[in-house]
């Protein structure tokens, strides 16, 4: 794709509009992938503004952006319309407290340690890493919004919480900290080999798939209250479920008023981008949600062939 100049200067007036924009999946209300979520989590720990452009209402911008930053991936923060970076640069710069300078706004407090558990195995295994490190190496836990953890080693880092074992340091960065009370990091040998293994109480129940024909009978059974549909209002003028609702603000607002028991189901072309919905509202609290497998797609061949396909 070509960046013609008409483009050039729509994304110029759009870094432009605000000090901080962020081009992501989704908007800051709703990200729709880990990495917009991290950076949004990010921001708004940071700053109470900013600008959110989302990439997936609009075809143009997202190949656009992608040229005009000469920057393969979502999303792209931009500064002052300054470029910083994608997500593992923003976290990076986070955590050394440069992203706070320069948004201007105030690095958190350092975190506070959680009760986290590691077994002797673990702690000797880290330790004899830790060996050939170094010196004043610790290791370092993350945990992200989406719950996958991440292991590694290095200098400490400002703001992050210190848990000493005497043997060696665990540093678990501010975000993380509060997923990751509770946390118990175990080492494990056995016949397929050796390995670190976390298991995390704070994990959210896993977002399920269901089948057309299953969806469709638990919503005809009121099991299930509400379809959501999390397409783009063109998509919907092409083909739709009867009685799904498209996920705008004012279902958002609807569905964050539910009880959190509620079972709540979410569906879009194919099963990609409302699995994201889904895995949101399940991080938000919801119990039982469930993604439409294979989207309105499956949907049209397996329950109402009148839908059209596309």
């Known amino acids: ?35 917009s979520a991290s950076v949004v989590q990010i921001l708004n720990s940071l700053i ?5 452009v989302n990439v997936l209402s609009d075809p143009e911008i997202r190949d656009g952006i992608k040229k005009y930053a000469d920057w393969p991936t ?27 300078k320069k948004l201007g706004g105030k690095p958190l407090p350092p975190a506070k340690p959680p009760a986290t558990v590691v077994t002797p195995a673990a702690r000797k295994a880290f330790a004899s890493a830790l060996a050939e490190g170094e010196p004043g190496d ?32 665990l540093s678990i960065d501010a975000m993380s900290s509060e997923r990751a009370e509770g946390v118990v990091i175990d080492f494990i040998e056995g016949p397929q080999g050796a390995g670190f293994k976390i298991d995390n ?11 057309p024909a299953d969806l469709a009978a638990k919503l005809a059974s009121g099991e299930i209250k509400q379809l959501f549909d999390v397409r783009t209002p063109k998509e919907r003028e092409v083909a739709r479920i ?13 569905i964050a008023a539910l009880d959190k ?3 709540i189901a979410f569906h879009c072309h194919h099963g990609g981008r409302s699995r994201s919905a889904a895995e949101h509202f399940r991080d938000e609290g919801f119990r039982a949600v469930y993604n439409l497998a294979g989207g309105i797609d ?13």
């Open 1 to 35: 794709m070509t960046l013609s100049p008409e483009l050039r200067d729509k994304i110029t007036s759009i870094i432009k509009s605000d000090e901080v924009v962020l081009f992501m999946k989704g908007n800051r209300q709703f990200p729709q992938c880990g990495f």
């Open 48 to 52: 109470p503004k900013y600008t959110t």
């Open 74 to 100: 979502i999303p792209q923060l931009y500064v002052r319309g300054e470029f910083v970076g994608g997500s593992d640069i923003v976290r990076s710069m986070f955590d050394s407290g440069e992203l706070a």
């Open 138 to 169: 610790v290791v370092h836990l993350s945990i992200s919004p989406d719950f996958q953890h991440d292991l590694d080693m290095g200098p400490e880092v400002p703001g992050a919480a210190i848990i000493d074992f005497g043997d060696m340091k």
């Open 201 to 211: 109480p704070n994990r959210p129940p896993e977002v399920r798939e269901i089948t």
């Open 242 to 254: 009867e009685g799904a609702l498209l996920l705008d603000e004012a279902a958002m607002a609807a």
């Open 261 to 263: 028991s509620t079972p």
């Open 298 to 310: 499956a949907w049209s061949q397996t329950v109402d062939p009148k839908i059209p396909r596309y």
